[in-house]
């Protein structure tokens, strides 16, 4: 007997149905807005996660030397891929480039409540628009895709923020500009609520501001809790931070025109602790706070393609990682159903399987979605039926060489028990008159 190893799952069929639902929620929602589905490799060079983050990543990456000789990598994750994709036929591809794929991760961490070694997530990506109307459309997908497995405003928000305001912001309240390390700042505002203040302001410190500066500078971040307290921090950062702070309204103001903007708040504490993200960052979080981690988030990353060596393409996307919305979703009550359903058992007694398999195929054929069993055991009719009960039949059908001779099906409805017989010609009904059941014979 072999164990699983560690952070990796197994899903059997109930819990498999219910994500396959979630899965075609946030797909479907991604789709009615144009994004197009793409598969990628489970493999990349591992040179280009050292190129992107240094050495110190290959700690966290399923690592190892081919057959070849080559350096590869289980990819921990879809934005490097997709830059390499565009970058690889970038001058073909029509702009703007709107991307969609669900796949696992793998990145070898510490096993915690919604965090695994392989992990899912729906990477959805714009390449090719600066526009605040592509940061808007990403947020009104997510939106959409949340709404639509039946949550609402009252379960979640999205904060927004910008890391030029938070990068501008650092280096103008600097007594030395240049002694600053912008990004190792934003980094610290990332951890901000993971670590107590004195380390927070410790990391500030290391970042290049002195414990009085880092203390005004948070809190200038933290007393923004809407639109019209950017002033503050537009008149403390300069022209740098003036830029950025229009973008962002820009973006709310669109994100309202798109039906995203009720879900919006901003919150300059966001930062998202990627160098590679450029301008407007968000994270969804459960508004009760029982999630006490982010959902997930997303953000703009204008330079990673050419850094790949691809033209200038700005880029703004987001990744809803699975298991983290299942902890949202069952904590709001809306996580599907993980029960099997089955609309039809076709139960076949005596020498009876070529006419039953013939029913069941004319069941299959009534709905794209109708799901129809038989027997494929040489089981009994008593053994048939338990199954039947066992899968949540919903109709059973008995197909026996006694209701044959008289021309008939009896039709079995599993809930009450009820049961009754239907002319062989009347039953399944001609296609399109729907899921024929119990009561419409009774």
């Not at 797909?27 to 807005?33: C, L, P, V």
């Amino acid at each position: 007997m072999y164990d699983g190893l560690k952070g990796f799952r197994d899903f059997y069929p109930g819990e498999q149905s219910a994500r396959r639902e979630v899965t075609d929620a946030i797909e479907d929602a991604a789709s009615r807005y144009g994004f197009r589905e793409i598969a990628t490799p489970a493999l990349e060079r591992t040179e280009m996660y050292v190129d992107k983050s240094g050495e110190e990543i290959v700690e966290e990456l399923y690592a190892f030397e081919d057959k070849g000789g080559r350096g590869v990598a289980m990819t921990p994750e879809l934005t490097p891929t997709v830059a390499r994709m565009v970058v690889a036929k970038g001058q073909e591809l029509s702009k703007p480039i709107k991307w969609v794929s669900t796949r696992p991760f793998w990145r070898y961490e510490q096993v915690q409540q919604g965090r695994f070694r392989e992990f899912y997530q729906t990477n959805i990506d714009v390449f090719g628009s600066s526009a605040p109307e592509a940061d808007a459309e990403v947020l009104a997908v997510a939106a959409d895709a949340l709404t639509d497995l039946g949550l609402t405003g009252d379960d979640f928000e999205f904060r927004v923020s910008h890391r030029d305001i938070l990068g501008g912001l650092v280096r103008a309240l600097a007594d030395d500009p240049d002694a600053v390390d912008a990004e190792a700042a934003i980094r610290a505002v990332d951890k901000r609520a993971k670590v107590d203040d004195g380390e927070y302001l410790g990391l500030l410190s290391d970042a290049g501001l002195d414990r009085a500066t880092a203390r005004e500078f948070d809190d200038l971040i933290s007393d923004v809790d809407s639109p019209a307290d950017l002033d503050a921090v537009a008149d403390a950062g300069g022209e740098e931070v003036e830029s950025a702070v229009e973008n962002l309204r820009n973006v709310l103001a669109a994100a309202d025109d798109f039906g995203a903007g009720e879900f919006c708040e901003v919150s300059l504490t966001t930062a998202r602790g990627l160098d590679y993200y450029t301008g407007v960052v968000f994270e969804c979080f459960d508004s009760t706070g029982e999630v006490s981690r982010s959902v997930f988030g997303g953000g703009r990353y204008d330079d990673l393609i050419e850094s790949f060596g691809g033209q200038p393409t700005p880029a703004v996307g987001v990744a809803p990682g699975h298991a983290t919305l299942k902890l949202l979703c069952q904590r709001a009550g809306v996580w599907p159903d993980e029960e099997l359903s089955t609309d039809y058992y076709v139960l076949s007694v005596g020498d009876t399987r070529g006419e039953a398999a013939a029913l069941a195929r004319d069941l299959r054929a009534l709905d794209d979605g109708v799901v129809v069993e038989s027997d494929v055991s040489g089981r009994s009719f008593g053994a048939q039926l338990g199954y039947a009960d066992s899968i949540n039949a919903e109709t059973v059908v008995v197909v026996g060489e006694r209701d044959l001779e008289n021309g008939e099906y009896t039709v079995k409805d599993m809930a009450s028990g009820d049961e009754t017989t239907v002319p062989v010609e009347e039953f399944p009904p001609e296609e399109g008159s729907g899921l024929p059941t119990y009561e419409d014979y009774e």
